[in-house]
């Protein structure tokens, strides 16, 4: 955990959307008559460290499914209610899921001081990252998703004893190898307490006239995309981040993105997890991500998730991300050196 988690993060205000409808293109059409700062080459200029965390779920809430945004005062009330269910604090077990038998202190791992989950404002109330299909929802799962969902679903409700308790099916981020929040695509609400992200949602962007650079805070995650026109590595060649290249479309940066591994690529085979899916098969994900400064401190983060071995459709996300002054931190990913031993002794004890 880096020095940036401790920062407050009891009041945030993250939510992303708009007040109405209308307000939203107005918003959008003040952006358009912005003029970003270039780069050497005459680019868009996106350099810096950015923040990506917010309160906003991915999915719509089923309480809040025909309001697609919140007033003022219903965005207050939700941000309330968003930071008390997921306080760390917490000890009446109705934030932090706690398993049947689990120890309360070591589920609830740090007090909330520890956690950022969301201190940006950028002004704007959405009520989820999701914003096609417009209800706000993934798409449905088709016959194969389905199936893997199920699979998926009854490993992890055997809980940790059992199936977790074999170094073949521990979760990659444990090992410090990839956290799915820092995607791609950026992911923060997937994990942490209360389905919110945890901390260091913070990303670092450098650029020149051939490659763009995202490097992550979160673990050690550094994505080199190529601007020069080259093709996508061969099939047969994949990467836990899949293979990016980039073009300029006007002044938004397009990145496509393909070849990603998939369980059969990184986990024993005969494991029955998905660890490093992002809720999918990724192996035949196609991830269209579109970046546009639309003023000097908020970047426009849009991406289109293509996978139709897992969804019947294509879907878009957006988010904003709001320049931050503060630099990257290094994380120390303790649990990398000596977390897998400790789980595996402790199951051979147990035996």
Known sequence: MSVRSVTVGFFAIALIGCLTEGAALAQQAVSES?????????????QGIWDFSTLTPLERPDELAAKAFLTEEEAAQYIQQRIYSANADRRDGIGTEIRPGEDTDVALAYNDFWYDRGTTVVGTRRTSLIIDPPDGKLPPLTAEGQKRASALAAFLKQGIRGPLESARTRP????????????????????GAGSLGAYNANLQLVQNEDHVAIVTEM???????????????????RHLLGDSRGRWEGDTLVVDTTNFMSTEDFIDPGASS?????RGRRRNMHLTERLTLIDADTLRYEYTVDDPMTWTRPWTGQQFLTRSKTPLYEYACHEGNIGI???LAGARAAE
């Open 34 to 46: 912005w003029t970003a700062p270039r780069a050497p080459d005459g680019k868009p200029d996106l």
């Open 172 to 191: 990659v981020r444990e090992r410090c190898i990839w956290w799915e929040s820092t995607g791609p695509p950026l992911a923060p609400n997937e994990l």
């Open 219 to 237: 673990i050690h995650d550094a994505r080199i995309i190529p601007l020069d026109g080259r093709p996508h590595l061969p099939s047969s060649i």
């Open 274 to 278: 998905d660890q490093v899916n992002y």
């Open 341 to 343: 031993a400790g789980v």
